[in-house]
């Protein structure tokens, strides 16, 4: 999604006071809490109803939403669903919406957001629609796509999964001689192995790779791999380590595991020479022209990244991430909620599960830019076969590197759990600014910022 490094970014701050973010007992709407079967919502004659769901999202998004929701219409003829398509500041938007009284009835919304409007009163606990529902039940849907603001409260359900591999331009490991990278995490390259992957495929201006004593570091043709540096709990992950401890009261990116892992992607830039600098990164594209342009062999990314691969025409191949000490890749997803100043929960409880369906979706998956939600979209291999393989954005080894390690090794990013998180990564970003830039090791600038951070420590969110 375009959206996605929003994640790890400061939260747009709320603009709307308590006033609007409740709505009293009942507030005279009709079917105001969840319905007693909601999988029989649609039985019998119906009044016409109309729901507005907002979403953002590249214009091939936008495409794939509004002819799902015109499937949705067609089924459910009674409902009307205006689509409101908001590309740029999403958050500032729907605050301005709420403080008119036109707050959407469903949509998607930031991780951040949604924990604070949640905690607000300003969404439903979509657990409640699960618990009455026939046709769907929560144990169907993946845990890591799930997004509690407290025990028993469920705030919303990731519109999509994406989790993070390797992709390379394979003509490039060709030339050079380089075998294709691994895709079974049983098979996962060892970060020492990573490492000189990354340096047989950095080349300087002579020809010379980054193994070559010879090397210039400062004439680089090309390099080894793009970094998300934003990312870096990958790699912290992979070595044991966290972002806080198990009741959020503690930073503990400062300890040994993770100054050890994030030390290691900073010598990636500066030791090896096989990643670019910040600042060389600003100089040339990322992703699938980076990759078509020869500007690196190898990017670390979202699997999202499928789309533009899969339509670039490149000739790509897929990785399993290298491993430290245990195989991890971290989730994302932004969550639909179901807002609670809508007349109309069960209408908009309906449109959630249509989304939730990847036959509903499924060429948001199939183009690489969505994964699925629920779980038997990655055991049944008739499921698998509709949207993971047999087109050009799942080339051989998706399923292995890809899919089934997300599946099986994934981790949330820390905006499902962790609390106050935009105020934590404003405090957090300027010693980062100094990692990336080289101007400190990871030990010293973590180890410095660790009282900052614990001062804005709030705990975590109980599930």
Same mark, same amino acid.
Request: proline share 5%; aromatic share 10%; hydrophobic share 40%.
């Given at each position: 999604?375009k959206?996605?490094?929003?994640?790890?970014?400061?939260?747009?701050?709320?603009?709307?006071?308590?006033?609007?973010?409740g709505?009293?007992?009942?507030?005279?709407?009709?079917?105001?809490?969840?319905? !007693?079967?909601?999988?029989?919502a649609?039985?019998?004659?119906?009044?016409?109803?109309?729901?507005?769901?907002?979403? /953002?999202? =590249?214009?091939?998004?936008?495409?794939?939403?509004?002819?799902?929701?015109?499937?949705?219409?067609?089924?459910?003829? /009674?409902?009307?669903?205006?689509?409101?398509?908001?590309?740029?500041?999403?958050?500032?938007?729907?605050?301005?919406?709420?403080?008119?009284?036109?707050?959407?009835?469903?949509?998607?919304?930031?991780?951040?957001?949604?924990?604070?409007?949640?905690?607000?009163?300003?969404?439903?606990?979509? #657990?409640?629609?699960? !618990?009455?529902? =026939?046709?769907?039940?929560?144990? !169907?849907?993946?845990e890591?796509?799930?997004?509690?603001?407290?025990?028993?409260?469920?705030?919303?359900?990731?519109?999509?999964?994406?989790?993070?591999?390797?992709?390379?331009?394979?003509?490039?490991?060709?030339?050079?001689?380089?075998?294709?990278?691994?895709?079974?995490?049983?098979?996962?390259?060892?970060?020492?192995?990573?490492?000189?992957?990354?340096?047989?495929?950095?080349? !300087?201006?002579?020809?010379?790779?980054?193994?070559?004593?010879?090397?210039d570091?400062?004439?680089?043709?090309?390099?080894?791999?793009?970094?998300p540096?934003?990312?870096?709990?990958?790699?912290?992950?992979?070595?044991g380590?966290?972002?806080?401890?198990?009741?959020?009261?503690?930073?503990?990116?400062?300890?040994?595991?993770?100054?050890?892992?994030?030390?290691?992607?900073?010598?990636?830039i500066?030791?090896?020479?096989?990643? %670019?600098? %910040?600042?060389?990164?600003?100089?040339?594209?990322?992703?699938?022209?980076?990759?078509?342009?020869?500007?690196f062999?190898?990017?670390?990314?979202?699997? /999202?990244?499928?789309?533009?691969?899969g339509?670039?025409?490149?000739?790509?191949?897929?990785?399993?991430?290298?491993?430290?000490?245990?195989?991890?890749?971290?989730?994302?997803?932004?969550?639909?909620?179901?807002?609670?100043?809508?007349?109309? %929960?069960?209408?908009?409880?309906l449109?959630?599960? /249509?989304?939730?369906?990847?036959?509903?979706?499924?060429?948001?998956?199939?183009?690489?830019?969505?994964? %699925?939600?629920?779980?038997?979209?990655?055991?049944?291999?008739?499921?698998?076969?509709?949207?993971?393989?047999?087109?050009?954005?799942?080339?051989?080894?998706?399923?292995?590197?890809?899919?089934?390690?997300?599946?099986?090794?994934?981790?949330?990013?820390?905006?499902?759990?962790?609390?106050?998180?935009?105020?934590?990564?404003?405090?957090?970003?300027?010693?980062?600014?100094?990692?990336?830039?080289? #101007?400190?090791?990871?030990?010293?600038?973590?180890?410095?910022?660790?009282?900052?951070?614990?001062?804005?420590?709030?705990?975590?969110?109980?599930?």
């Open positions: 999604m959206t996605i490094k929003a994640y790890l970014m400061l939260a747009v701050i709320a603009l709307v006071v308590a006033a609007c973010s709505n009293g007992a009942n507030n005279g709407r009709s079917g105001a809490n969840a319905p !007693d079967n909601a999988s029989e649609g039985s019998g004659k119906q009044e016409p109803v109309t729901i507005k769901y907002t979403f /953002w999202g =590249s214009p091939n998004e936008k495409k794939v939403q509004e002819a799902a929701i015109k499937g949705f219409m067609k089924k459910y003829p /009674w409902i009307t669903v205006k689509a409101q398509h908001i590309p740029e500041e999403y958050t500032t938007k729907l605050q301005t919406m709420a403080v008119s009284g036109e707050t959407p009835d469903i949509g998607l919304l930031y991780g951040e957001d949604t924990m604070k409007w949640a905690e607000e009163g300003r969404l439903y606990n979509i #657990k409640d629609f699960f !618990d009455n529902d =026939s046709e769907i039940q929560l144990t !169907d849907v993946l890591n796509t799930q997004y509690w603001w407290d025990e028993g409260k469920l705030a919303g359900i990731n519109g999509a999964l994406e989790v993070f591999g390797l992709f390379y331009n394979k003509a490039m490991f060709e030339e050079l001689g380089v075998e294709p990278l691994p895709t079974k995490a049983e098979e996962a390259l060892s970060w020492e192995e990573f490492v000189e992957v990354a340096q047989r495929l950095t080349i !300087d201006s002579g020809g010379r790779n980054a193994l070559d004593p010879a090397f570091p400062g004439k680089i043709k090309q390099f080894g791999i793009s970094l540096t934003w990312a870096y709990m990958n790699a912290v992950e992979s070595n380590g966290k972002f806080v401890n198990e009741d959020g009261t503690q930073f503990m990116l400062s300890e040994p595991e993770a100054v050890e892992a994030i030390q290691r992607w900073q010598d990636l500066y030791k090896y020479h096989v990643a %670019p600098t %910040p600042t060389q990164s600003a100089s040339f594209p990322g992703g699938a022209t980076g990759l078509q342009s020869k500007k062999a190898i990017s670390m990314d979202g699997q /999202w990244t499928l789309v533009d691969l339509a670039s025409g490149l000739d790509f191949g897929i990785g399993v991430l290298p491993v430290m000490k245990q195989m991890k890749t971290m989730n994302l997803g932004e969550p639909i909620v179901i807002f609670k100043d809508t007349k109309h %929960p069960q209408e908009a409880w449109l959630l599960k /249509w989304m939730m369906n990847p036959e509903n979706t499924l060429e948001l998956q199939s183009s690489g830019l969505w994964m %699925p939600v629920l779980k038997k979209w990655y055991e049944d291999p008739e499921l698998i076969a509709k949207w993971a393989q047999g087109n050009s954005a799942h080339p051989e080894g998706y399923v292995d590197a890809i899919l089934n390690n997300g599946f099986n090794n994934g981790f949330q990013n820390t905006v499902y759990y962790v609390r106050n998180v935009p105020e934590i990564n404003s405090v957090l970003q300027p010693a980062f600014d100094l990692i990336w830039q080289g #101007k400190q090791t990871a030990e010293q600038a973590l180890g410095d910022v660790k009282p900052k951070v614990e001062a804005v420590l709030k705990g975590v969110y109980n599930r």
